[in-house]
């Protein structure tokens, strides 16, 4: 196996209902897909699609500008030696996970087709049987569901319309507005939600420890945990401190090394994990490792983009320990688009289905699905 050309394209995903977090919307954004095609002409693909400029420190147009530099850098490489590959990689651009995340994708799916086994299998295998709430996760993983930032009587209206669906797990964002707004919003959805629901209050980094203190104390005895309430790992130990509930840590989950030591710090009590912000599979499954042997739950996810992260999101997702298992989130629900509409990930009561359509991701790409590509590196 070698690699012999990256193809990367442009791929615009329209936003079909809003999605607002404390610190921007999306509305429409450009993905970026890579195609990845071995010395046989077998081809893999990854991606990368951030949300909003807001939500991490990267653009789309930085993805594609990167990979102008990381691509050339792992041309003649094996594909399966990931290790190889993202030495590489890190040798030739410092940062830029996002770009490095879709060219490692591409390559687990390619190595998948070429040893005709599903990435699940090569990243350990999925652990099947009861999930923590019970249900059988067959070719099916775990999910969670965002209830947007609202009214009261709209978030309680979403998340009944959530509940009638079949899930359990909900992150209700809040943030980017007084608190007594997202205390009263707060308190209807917990009013609703069924004693076995989980409940997530992700906040975007929105809130001053102050606020986010305030906040805690005013739901005391809501069953809930708090996801990013503040911006900086000092903000999120005075919650720790101060606050009544746990803390769950997502964009400052930036690296294994700061994951490691939110971890033996007591201040994480679970994750909301991204490829596009750690590199990768490659990097996540270290993270999966960590956090699975320290009984630190969480989930498997990316900030937006199609079938490719997503199957690569549930791909890992699915082998989570499930009582550590935060889920998989995908956001196909917002702009429903597919690469392939027979195998695509989609929401199904509460879980995300696997994809089936053959080794690596699962996904039967069409060939010229993505038009002319923006760049091709050979
Ligand atoms: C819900 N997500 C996984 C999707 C959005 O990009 C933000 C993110 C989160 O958990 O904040
Ligand atoms: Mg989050």
């Given at each position: 196996m070698s690699i012999r050309e990256i193809r990367v394209f442009q791929v615009p995903l329209e936003n079909q209902r809003s999605y607002t977090m404390s610190n921007s919307s999306v509305g429409s954004a450009v993905s970026t897909v890579v195609e990845l095609v071995d010395a046989d002409g077998t081809t893999g693909y990854g991606e990368a699609c951030l949300a909003s400029p807001q939500y991490q420190p990267e653009h789309n147009d930085g993805v594609r500008a990167s990979l102008a530099i990381l691509a050339p850098a792992i041309l003649g490489l094996d594909p399966l030696r990931h290790q190889v590959v993202n030495g590489a990689m890190h040798a030739a651009m410092s940062g830029h996970p996002a770009g490095k995340a879709a060219l490692d994708i591409a390559c687990w799916d390619v190595a998948g087709k070429k040893l005709n086994r599903s990435v699940v299998d090569l990243l350990g295998g999925a652990h099947t049987g009861p999930s923590a709430d019970g249900d059988v996760r067959g070719n099916r993983v775990l999910t969670y569901h965002v209830v947007g930032i609202g009214t009261p009587e709209q978030a309680v209206a979403e998340a009944q319309e959530l509940l009638d669906a079949g899930h359990t797990r909900f992150q209700l964002k809040t943030g980017g507005r007084p608190i007594h707004h997202d205390i009263d919003s707060i308190r209807a959805v917990a009013g609703v939600l069924p004693p076995h629901a989980d409940l997530a209050v992700d906040t975007n980094r929105g809130w001053t420890a102050v606020e986010a203190i305030q906040v805690s104390n005013a739901c005391a005895d809501i069953r809930m945990s708090m996801e990013q309430p503040c911006a900086t790992e000092a903000e999120l130990h005075q919650v720790k401190a101060q606050g009544r509930h746990p803390i769950v840590v997502d964009?400052?989950?930036?690296?294994l090394a700061a994951i490691a030591r939110m971890i033996s710090s007591g201040l994480a009590d679970g994750f909301g994990l991204k490829l596009t912000r750690l590199g990768g599979l490659t990097p996540m499954r270290a993270v999966r490792d960590l956090c699975m042997d320290a009984r630190v739950p969480m989930s498997s996810d990316d900030a937006w983009g199609g079938d490719i992260i997503a199957a690569a999101s549930v791909a890992l997702g699915a082998t989570l320990v499930p009582q550590f298992s935060r889920g998989a989130w995908i956001a196909h629900p917002y702009h429903q688009q597919h690469y392939d509409e027979n195998n695509g990930p989609r929401l199904d009561s509460g879980f995300v289905t696997l994809p089936?359509?053959?080794?690596?991701?699962?996904l039967a790409i069409e060939e010229g699905?993505?038009?002319?590509?923006d760049a091709v590196y050979r």
């Open positions: 964009e400052n989950a930036t690296s089936e359509g053959g080794p690596g991701l699962g699905m993505f038009g002319t590509p």
